[in-house]
DNA sequence: GTGTGATCGTGAACACCGTACACATAAGCG
DNA sequence: CGCTTATGTGTACGGTGTTCACGATCACAC
């Protein structure tokens, strides 16, 4: 027990509990702000008021800190992505409940990007990335990735019968395509700077264009 | 006197002809290599034979320098696209031809984005963005922007009667969002890695994608 | 209890980076 | 020639990632 803190200035620490995790929320608020360039080990060490070489006891270089960061970010993107689907209202046909989900997807998509465009620059600059983000298997705690949330959709919409079976082979690209690079574009690409407004519009019209195209 | 060097190795040099120049050539081969946290304006000086702080005389900062290979990167772009372009085989039907080049468009962008991966990268890195890449005047002499070229493709569509008057507002950024995605996710994203046969058939599915959803 | 080894944080280094400043050199022009 | 101006040098400062020897603390055996 550390109860023998005199309320003094600066006792020194040396057992901090959970360092790992204090470096991995102030790395994660760093991304916040200002994307994966922003999060510093020397910041992060400073805000969990620890010694910089103190990381490397739990990460093996800046990078390790900034792909666990980056799966942080993904988990929270995958969360507000099924934020949008559990705020979906019940829909009996199961062709419109389908289209309903997929859009749902683009939008929470897009809806987190544009709120967090922080986190979301950090989700997508993991240095394994294929795995991380499309694999199955996800290093933080059990939920399902963005990538999951979208392939799942996508085979709702096959069983519905609204997507030819023929067209579903790398569909998840192609929508992934279309809805990532529209968030790029409006966060930190030449699109930057449209106003709200105009960017939902045209989130919607790349919607419309996946559902029918795809 | 430094005259006294003894025609040794290390005249001092003070006149450089065009260091800017030189530069912002070394500065680009440092993005071709490793994208845009790789221009390190100490290493483009020591590729150009120069002390660190001689850089400032012609950028006033890295991030100037930075925005020198940024717009570069774009010409860049803008030539291989209008390669593409003028590879294309003459048609008579306007209709067809305003499609070909169309597809001409962002077959051109995903073959730069996969043969030129670190300009491909900065040229997306500027600090005003859509000044330089969707505004009528670019710093580098002369040409057309990526952006331009498509919206001149996207009126011809227009004009043929391939993409009907209501449906052209914003349908720039449909198809740009779409092509840029798939070329982020190809190079640097989750798809980072696929080959390059089936990136090539993504490719198309997607141009397929927008020509039909737009 | 009391060692004893493993765990975890410290402190001082090193190399590298961007940047600022005073100074040296060269070129142009009266 | 001497003046001004443009351009490159040298040195320095603060910030960064990373390493390494060291010290504090815990956990467990005895």
């Given at each position: 027990m550390r109860g023998s803190e005199t309320g003094a200035s600066k006792r020194v620490t040396y057992r901090h509990g959970d360092l790992r995790r204090a470096l991995l929320d102030a790395g994660t608020e760093l991304a916040r702000g200002g994307?994966?360039?922003?999060?510093v080990l020397r910041e992060a060490t400073r805000r969990a008021g620890?010694?910089?070489?103190?990381a490397y006891r739990h990460f093996a270089d800046r990078r390790a800190l900034l792909d666990a960061v980056c799966s942080a970010a993904q988990s929270a993107l995958a969360v507000a992505i099924e934020a949008e689907l559990a705020g979906l209202p019940c829909k009996e046909d199961p062709a419109g409940r389908a289209r309903a989900r997929l859009r749902a997807v683009g939008t929470g998509y897009l809806r987190f990007a544009g709120a967090e465009p922080g986190l979301f620059r950090t989700a997508f600059s993991a240095s394994d990335n294929l795995r991380s983000a499309a694999s199955p298997a996800r290093a933080g705690g059990g939920g399902l990735t963005p990538f999951q949330l979208l392939t799942a959709t996508l085979d709702e919409l096959v069983e519905a019968g609204v997507l030819p079976r023929e067209r579903r082979p790398n569909a998840e690209f192609l929508a992934w395509s279309a809805v990532h690079g529209l968030a790029m574009l409006l966060i930190d690409g030449p699109l930057r700077g449209l106003d709200k407004t105009q960017a939902q519009h045209v989130g919607q019209r790349l919607l419309d264009m996946v559902e029918q195209g795809l």
């Open positions: 994307g994966p360039e922003a999060v620890v010694a910089p070489s103190a």
